[in-house]
């Protein structure tokens, strides 16, 4: 599947139908520009984390909240994880109010430690075991960025990994911390 944007597809209205289009002409990684005001609220999830704590988007509120779906398994992801874990580290950021949470879909503890020792990534990793969170966002594909506002609206969705996506994920996240919370 070529790389591309999509917000909540299963919803029908100008958010579903442009990301869509989006995705079925091809384009690039690139963040979703809201239509109008209508940002749509992220999908409330509690999940555990490799060591077990519960970590929810109710528990984040008045944060900027980045979440990366992710797998061992993917090449594309391989490639995004440095960036992610250069941002889940960045100190400045985090005094700004933001988290980064690794959303791993269904695979076993050991085999996200081991990968994750390996590289020596130390970004929070949350298991979505059963891929209900995957489905309430409509991940189609990996890697898949969201970023929610302070105000709990999903600001910017970014899918695959290329040249560009860096830069688009750290201006999607700038205009979040940079956003009111209304």
């Known amino acids: 599947m070529p790389a591309g944007t999509m917000l909540f597809p299963m919803r029908i209205g100008p958010i579903s139908i442009t990301a869509t289009l989006l995705l079925a002409t091809g384009c690039g990684s690139t963040g979703l520009a809201p239509v109008g005001n209508s940002l749509q609220p992220a999908p409330d999830f509690s999940l555990a984390t490799l060591k077990n704590q519960k970590i929810g988007l109710v528990d984040l509120k008045g944060k900027v909240v980045v979440l990366d779906f992710w797998a061992t398994w993917c090449p594309p992801c391989a490639q995004a994880l ?23 879909e269904g695979e076993k503890p050991e085999t996200i430690r081991s990968f994750n020792d390996d590289r020596h990534f130390t970004f929070t990793v949350v298991q979505d075991a059963d891929g209900s969170v995957a489905r309430d966002y409509s991940v189609l594909s990996l890697p898949m960025t969201f970023v929610i506002g302070r105000d709990g609206l999903v600001r910017a969705v970014i899918s695959g990994w290329d ?3 860096a830069q688009q994920i750290d201006a999607a996240i700038a205009q979040a911390l ?3 919370v209304r």
């Open 82 to 104: 440095p960036h992610l874990q250069a941002t889940a580290t960045d100190t400045n950021l985090a005094q700004r109010g933001l988290v980064v949470l690794a959303v791993d």
């Open 163 to 165: 040249q560009n996506t």
């Open 178 to 180: 940079d956003s009111p």
